[in-house]
């Protein structure tokens, strides 16, 4: 029998996906619990969007919205194979709002995320954290950049790289290729 991650990976693709390096990193540094609610921006395949809402739990929520449908197609697939039943998904486009509220967590994962930046703000609790995932220095630049105008404090942006050992015997030694660039996490707490 697979266990949760062997089927995360077994996942059908269409565009890129949040690796787990990644993954992990957004729920340790937003402090994700079993219970919280959230909203996930740029579903794609749903990797990201489903690992949350088996953190959060039968009693927490995800709300995935993805305005592409041939993508909000492959992550409806994908959701069903987990048979989880605290994921919603919506093929919707969020600058068009977001109708959740009081949320934990809002992950944004698509080209101009800083304009989602004030409809974010109106659905996040106090203390609610922002988290996106923007593959190039210049997208960072102009979020952080938006973030200024609006009730969000910047806390970290990172970069997470991740590279094997290899053990043999009393031999360590690091694996010669690594999992390098994949993309910048900026993330911002709601004053």
Do not use: C
């Not at 809402?53 to 039968?58: N, T």
Request: charged content about 30%.
């Amino acid at each position: 029998m697979d266990n949760f991650q062997d089927t995360l990976k077994n996942f059908k693709r269409g565009p890129q996906v949040i690796l787990p390096k990644d993954m992990a990193s957004i729920v340790f540094y937003t402090g994700l619990k079993p219970g919280d609610k959230v909203v996930d921006a740029g579903a794609g395949s749903g990797w990201l969007a489903a690992y949350m809402a088996y953190i959060v739990g039968p009693n927490g929520k995800v709300v995935t919205y993805e305005r592409r449908e041939e993508f909000a197609d492959i992550a409806k697939k994908n959701f069903e194979k987990l048979e989880l039943k605290n994921i919603k998904l919506k093929n919707k486009d969020i600058l068009s709002g977001i109708s959740e509220k009081k949320l934990d967590l809002v992950t944004l994962d698509f080209k101009d995320s800083w304009q989602a930046i004030p409809t974010a703000e109106k659905a996040l609790k106090s203390g609610g954290f922002l988290v996106a995932y923007l593959p190039q220095a210049t997208q960072v630049v102009k979020f952080v950049e938006e973030l200024k105008n609006s009730k969000f404090r910047l806390t970290k942006v990172l970069e997470v790289l991740e590279r094997e050992w290899k053990v043999t015997g009393d031999i360590a030694r690091p694996e010669h290729n690594m999992l390098g660039h994949t993309a910048f996490l900026v993330f911002a707490r709601k004053n």
